[in-house]
């Protein structure tokens, strides 16, 4: 999608780092915008970023939990509404909780697959039909380094990011079968980048409670995922941009940290060995 000035945007984690620089980017380009969040302050203040970065722009908000289908689906609904369409969407709200997979209780892999997974799976149910009608559209799913290369500690989030690249790909060639030429996918992987997600817990639902014990495998993986956020070479708005001008060329992969390719490769070859499972800290630990 070359052209995306006077296009609609819908952005899902628009509270917070990545989804609000998406939708500073996409306001750069003259884009109208619907935000999603269960984050509503957040939403707020990304409104006011927004128009002080680019006055004039067409804004709404809408609460929204992704890991719910009606309400997706009523975002949708919102976008025809006040748009009349969605020309690009960002399945871009994620979560992550740390620790080794056997503590992990079934209200982690509820919630971090609930947002994860099923937001990124509602997002596609909801909003390719609504492109298919119009004719054009492009969707971007924000996977992750996660989902190619997969580090201790992280096996929820692991699985998640996965599920997003191997939904990705299948939705690409599922729209080939279709016709469907006009809808474009991206999957964007970055690495580790200065982000809110080390902070998810704050919008965790009540009702799924973290209630694993802090044992010091847990704790000692958690500081070691905070320190490598906080420290991510390459900023949120970097990222944003490097997707809108994938957007644009319609591309496919767009891996922010180039590094993650070379991985990749290495664990292509472990599996090609059959030995033992890939290692992706083998120089870092």
């Known amino acids: 999608m070359k052209e995306l000035s006077g296009k609609v945007a819908v952005i899902t984690g628009a509270g917070s780092g990545l989804g609000r620089e998406l939708a500073l980017s996409c306001a750069r380009r003259g884009m109208r915008l619907l935000l999603a969040d269960v984050d509503e302050p957040g939403m ?18 809408m609460r ?21 369409g969605a020309h690009l969407l960002f399945n871009n709200a994620g979560v992550s909780c740390g620790g080794p997979l056997w503590e992990h209780t079934a209200a982690d892999w509820q919630w971090v697959l609930g947002v994860n997974l099923n937001g990124v799976a509602w997002g596609i149910k909801a909003f390719v039909p609504l492109m298919l009608e119009q004719g054009e559209g ?8 996660a989902g190619w290369v997969y580090a201790p500690g992280s096996g929820i989030y692991n699985a998640s990011k996965a599920a997003v690249v191997a939904i990705s790909e299948t939705l690409y060639f599922d729209l080939k079968d279709v016709g469907a030429d006009n809808i474009g996918v991206t999957v964007l992987s970055p690495a580790y980048f200065p982000t809110a ?60 940290h180039k590094k993650i390719k070379a991985l990749i490769k290495a664990r ?13 800290l083998a120089d870092r630990k």
Do not use: C, W
Request: hydrophobic share 40%; glycine share 2%; proline share 4%.
């Open 268 to 280: 292509a070859e472990a599996a090609d060995q059959e030995i033992t499972a890939f290692d992706t």
């Open 197 to 256: 997600i080390v902070d998810a817990e704050r919008n965790r639902p009540p009702e799924l409670a973290d209630t694993a014990p802090m044992t010091e495998a847990r704790r000692l993986r958690n500081e070691r995922v905070r320190y490598a956020v906080q420290r991510g070479r390459i900023s949120a708005a970097e990222i944003a941009e490097m997707t809108l001008e994938a957007v644009e060329k319609n591309q496919f992969y767009v891996f922010p």
């Open 44 to 61: 707020a203040e990304t409104v006011r970023l927004v128009e002080e970065a680019s006055p004039g722009t067409e804004t709404e908000v």
């Open 64 to 84: 929204v939990d992704v890991s719910k289908l009606e309400q997706v689906e009523a975002l949708a609904q919102r976008a025809r509404e006040r748009f009349g």
């Open 138 to 145: 492009h969707i971007v799913n924000t996977a992750s380094a």
